[in-house]
């Protein structure tokens, strides 16, 4: 078990790579009653075309890691979310374009939820029978997405920024696509992306490191898998420009919504790279367009935007984007409001006043959520599978600099990298 320090956050985590190649971290926070545990593997929406070791690279349909989630959770005897819930947990599941996490939390009985954690995620259960029923309540779900104007107008904004990157697909899926699932190539893609040395066990709350490391290892030692070789992901070659300038779709909405998305034209960033770049970006997105900036305060005044309105930036390897919109009246007046405001913070920068507000802001935020073991349980596997440390990031927000946050900013915002995304409302008779 190898100890790691963390003494700028005051935090200890523990560590062991088992046998089987399954990474286990514990991190107790003395004093807290809640205990989150994630098992986590990686594997996501974008993992489309993958090969194991010298084999030849198979395509699978779109959204069948999204499909496996579902389909986890039912085993021979029933309902796993019983069990928990008969344990007094509180279990979950999501699928992101990278991962898929299961995870529960508890306050009592933690060491028996872990091993029905463990085993249900270890167990697949998949027949004809049961992958069938299973498309036509995968296909409700994409149809009730449709309708979901939030869900319309950022995925048809990273639909409108990527040509042939599986990031602008659905995590679902298409109908089309998921009825070409059958029970074999969900065992196939169960038995790749699923095999312990893809994935990472997380224990953070009022546990003890040994003893969750006790139950672990019995109960990996009790289970046999095979060598996995090492995976590998498959991309189509990505243009550099956007797909589509601007992409509109009506929906029955009391207001318009509309975002902004400005593409990465640098990609392949990894490990600390990728994570100083990140923390960069968010910061330059707060100090330029948070609640507290003039170009915020000037498009609420106008009555362009209101408390909906939002960035983010989402970066990988393999793709990078920011995104930035809301509800708004006037869609194309907030579009032009925000061209003109980029343009003149292009121009002068971003002053030092609302540079060290903002890295004020995040690093307080950031020390927040290590209060969280919510928190903390869904952030730290998302930067482990990208060869980073979430308890890096303090250090990289106070290493920032105004001359870093002002680079950046006049290299990510080129209007030819700019797509639009907008729901309007739906005209009288439609």
Request: with cysteine; hydrophobic share 35%; glycine share 6%.
């Given at each position: 078990?190898?100890?790691?320090?963390?003494?700028?956050?005051?935090?200890?985590?523990?560590?062991?790579?088992?046998?089987?190649?399954?990474?286990?971290?514990?991190?107790?926070?003395?004093?807290?009653?809640?205990?989150?545990?994630?098992?986590?593997?990686?594997?996501?929406?974008?993992?489309?075309?993958?090969?194991v070791g010298v084999e030849e690279p198979k395509r699978v349909p779109d959204g069948i890691a999204h499909f496996l989630e579902h389909k986890m959770f039912e085993e021979p005897e029933g309902d796993i979310f019983a069990v928990f819930a008969s344990q007094g947990a509180s279990a979950n599941?999501?699928?992101?374009?990278?991962?898929?996490?299961?995870?529960?939390?508890?306050?009592?009985?933690?060491?028996?939820?872990?091993?029905?954690?463990?085993?249900?995620?270890?167990?697949?259960?998949?027949?004809?029978?049961?992958?069938?029923?299973?498309?036509?309540?995968?296909?409700?779900?994409?149809?009730?997405?449709?309708?979901?104007?939030?869900?319309?107008?950022?995925?048809?904004?990273?639909?409108?920024?990527?040509?042939?990157?599986?990031?602008?697909?659905?995590?679902?899926?298409?109908?089309?696509?998921?009825?070409?699932?059958?029970?074999?190539?969900?065992?196939?893609?169960?038995?790749?992306?699923?095999?312990?040395?893809?994935?990472?066990?997380?224990?953070?709350?009022?546990?003890?490191?040994?003893?969750?490391?006790?139950?672990?290892?019995?109960?990996?030692?009790?289970?046999?898998?095979?060598?996995?070789?090492?995976?590998?992901?498959?991309?189509?070659?990505?243009?550099?420009?956007?797909?589509?300038?601007?992409?509109?779709?009506?929906?029955?909405?009391?207001?318009?919504?509309?975002?902004?998305?400005?593409?990465?034209?640098?990609?392949?960033?990894?490990?600390?790279?990728?994570?100083?770049?990140?923390v960069t970006s968010k910061l330059m997105l707060d100090a330029l367009i948070g609640p507290s900036s003039k170009l915020y305060q000037s498009l609420y005044e106008q009555n362009l935007i209101s408390d909906s309105f939002g960035s983010e930036y989402n970066s990988s390897r393999d793709y990078?984007?920011?995104?930035?919109?809301?509800?708004?009246?006037?869609?194309?007046?907030?579009?032009?409001?925000?061209?003109?405001?980029?343009?003149?913070?292009?121009?002068?920068?971003?002053?030092?006043?609302?540079?060290?507000?903002?890295?004020?802001?995040?690093?307080?935020?950031y020390l927040r959520m290590l209060n969280s073991p919510e928190s903390i349980a869904g952030e730290f596997t998302r930067y482990r599978f990208r060869d980073s440390d979430m308890f890096d990031v303090l250090k990289c927000y106070e290493a920032c600099t105004l001359d870093e946050v002002n680079?950046?900013?006049?290299?990510?915002?080129?209007?030819?990298?700019?797509?639009?995304?907008?729901?309007?409302?739906?005209?009288?008779?439609?």
């Amino acid at each position: 078990m190898e100890t790691l320090q963390y003494p700028n956050v005051q935090e200890t985590l523990y560590r062991e790579v088992l046998d089987n190649g399954l990474e286990v971290i514990v991190l107790p926070k003395e004093g807290f009653q809640k205990t989150y545990a994630t098992f986590s593997t990686k594997y996501g929406s974008v993992d489309n075309v993958f090969a194991v070791g010298v084999e030849e690279p198979k395509r699978v349909p779109d959204g069948i890691a999204h499909f496996l989630e579902h389909k986890m959770f039912e085993e021979p005897e029933g309902d796993i979310f019983a069990v928990f819930a008969s344990q007094g947990a509180s279990a979950n599941a999501y699928t992101t374009f990278d991962r898929t996490v299961y995870l529960f939390s508890a306050t009592e009985q933690i060491h028996a939820n872990l091993e029905t954690l463990i085993n249900f995620v270890q167990n697949p259960y998949f027949t004809d029978a049961n992958v069938n029923k299973e498309k036509g309540i995968i296909e409700q779900e994409i149809n009730m997405y449709r309708d979901n104007a939030d869900w319309r107008v950022y995925f048809g904004l990273i639909d409108a920024l990527y040509h042939t990157h599986p990031v602008h697909i659905d995590i679902a899926g298409t109908v089309e696509s998921i009825y070409q699932i059958d029970k074999e190539t969900l065992y196939r893609c169960y038995e790749t992306f699923y095999h312990p040395s893809n994935m990472l066990l997380f224990v953070v709350g009022g546990v003890d490191a040994e003893e969750v490391f006790r139950l672990v290892r019995s109960n990996q030692a009790a289970k046999s898998f095979k060598p996995q070789g090492e995976i590998k992901r498959y991309f189509d070659s990505e243009p550099v420009n956007v797909k589509i300038p601007r992409k509109v779709v009506e929906l029955p909405v009391s207001l318009p919504k509309c975002m902004l998305g400005f593409k990465e034209k640098r990609v392949g960033l990894e490990g600390e790279a990728l994570l100083r770049h990140e923390v960069t970006s968010k910061l330059m997105l707060d100090a330029l367009i948070g609640p507290s900036s003039k170009l915020y305060q000037s498009l609420y005044e106008q009555n362009l935007i209101s408390d909906s309105f939002g960035s983010e930036y989402n970066s990988s390897r393999d793709y990078a984007f920011s995104v930035l919109g809301g509800d708004t009246p006037d869609p194309d007046a907030l579009i032009q409001g925000l061209r003109d405001g980029i343009a003149e913070a292009i121009r002068n920068g971003i002053d030092s006043e609302s540079f060290e507000r903002s890295k004020r802001k995040k690093i307080g935020g950031y020390l927040r959520m290590l209060n969280s073991p919510e928190s903390i349980a869904g952030e730290f596997t998302r930067y482990r599978f990208r060869d980073s440390d979430m308890f890096d990031v303090l250090k990289c927000y106070e290493a920032c600099t105004l001359d870093e946050v002002n680079n950046r900013l006049r290299e990510h915002f080129d209007f030819e990298q700019l797509a639009v995304s907008i729901v309007e409302k739906s005209k009288p008779g439609e």
